[in-house]
């Protein structure tokens, strides 16, 4: 082979090799894309909640619609709060902040809870605080579907006491019942366990309960404590005793 066919050779083999090389450089670079390619979400839910699908509660967070797309959009539900001025069989009127009053009307499937207790419609007596939620028609009229009463609060200087009552003086000078039973709770400063003898004439005292259509309160709750002027039981006299506070005031409901 003479010095010119054998550099031709050799030329056609180097061409040979490049060409391989390239060809097995584009084949992995395909297969490289393939691979990095996500296959294409799918919509999914969890069975019993449609509205809930990916990315949380559906799409974006919380998504379309409330909770995911066809979730639940929230709904504002119609609600009327005051004082209770007025009680017929099928309605009641209260007096609201500012001064107006409006009338709620009652059905047969309206439901009544105080404290978290169910309650009778007789609950509803003049003077005890409500909400009410329900439904509101074209004319603006209410109707309640679920009235929750807040409980009532008496506070005073204990006047007398019987086994079933505390007769309260508040500082408004006016006297107020305070019924009692075997149900009603005790908490008295400095005695456990507390009792209806544990309370005694000339504690201040502070009942929660159910304010009655006479102007009396069922209590639920008793809480009581010798006065600033009275020392507790073994504390000692003069200057070694300590006043006992008063108990705190009911953060909600209404008070006599």
């Known amino acids: 082979m003479t010095p010119k066919s054998r550099w031709l050779a050799y030329a056609l083999a180097g ?5 391989s090389v390239a060809a097995v450089a584009y084949a992995v670079g395909v297969a490289n894309r393939s691979s990095n390619v996500a296959p294409a979400a799918q919509s999914t839910s969890i069975p019993g909640n449609p509205g809930v699908g990916p990315g949380g509660f559906g799409q974006g967070g919380f998504g379309q619609g409330g909770f995911g797309q066809g979730g639940n959009r929230g709904q504002v539900v119609p609600a009327a709060s005051g004082t209770v001025t007025a009680v017929g069989s099928s309605s009641v009127t209260i007096s609201q902040q500012g001064g107006s009053t409006r009338t709620l009307t009652l059905t047969g499937s309206t439901t ?9 419609q007789s609950a509803l007596v ?4 409500i909400v009410a939620r329900g439904t509101v028609d074209s004319s603006g009229n209410f109707t309640a579907t679920a009235v929750t009463i807040q409980p009532s609060v008496v506070s005073g200087t204990v006047a007398s006491k ?5 007769v309260v003086t508040t500082a408004a000078g006016k006297t107020v019942t305070v019924n009692v039973s075997s149900s009603t709770k005790y908490s008295v400063r400095g005695v456990s366990p507390a009792t209806l003898d544990s309370v005694a004439v000339g504690y201040t005292v502070q009942a929660e309960g159910t304010l009655n259509a006479d102007g009396s309160l069922t209590a639920t709750v008793v809480q009581a404590a010798p006065n600033v002027r009275q020392r507790l039981p073994g504390s000692g006299g003069g200057r070694g005793g300590q006043p006992v506070p008063t108990p705190s005031a009911s953060p909600s409901g209404s008070s006599i």
Do not use: D, E, F
Request: no cysteine; charged share 5%.
């Open 126 to 129: 003049v003077g005890a605080r």
């Open 15 to 19: 061409a040979l090799v490049l060409v």
């Open 112 to 120: 009544y809870t105080m404290g978290g207790a169910t309650v009778g």
């Open 162 to 166: 019987t086994p079933g009552a505390i």
